[in-house]
């Protein structure tokens, strides 16, 4: 569940991120800085999108194949 909430909240940041820039983007001076702004935002918040839905399908996968390792060496019980 919360794999979800993570993927929701990132696709609101994500879509609020055009209203924000049209907020800030006026109040900057020079064309440099309007694309630091730009990318101070727009960098974290892909990042966000894209390792929300990484770790939902992580959840997923974790969720169907019962979390259960496959294949490798078998180990002793004592170990």
Do not use: D
Request: proline share 8%; glycine share 10%; hydrophobic share 55%.
């Amino acid at each position: 569940m919360r794999a979800a909430v993570h993927v929701a909240v990132s696709f609101v940041g994500f879509a609020l991120l055009p209203a924000t820039l049209g907020l800030l983007l006026p109040l900057t001076s020079s064309h440099g800085l309007r694309l630091s702004v730009a990318l101070a935002l727009l960098v974290p918040s892909m990042t966000y999108l894209l390792l929300s839905w990484v770790w939902l399908i992580a959840r997923i996968l974790h969720g169907l194949l019962g979390g259960t390792p496959r294949g490798g060496h078998p180990v002793p019980s004592k170990s």
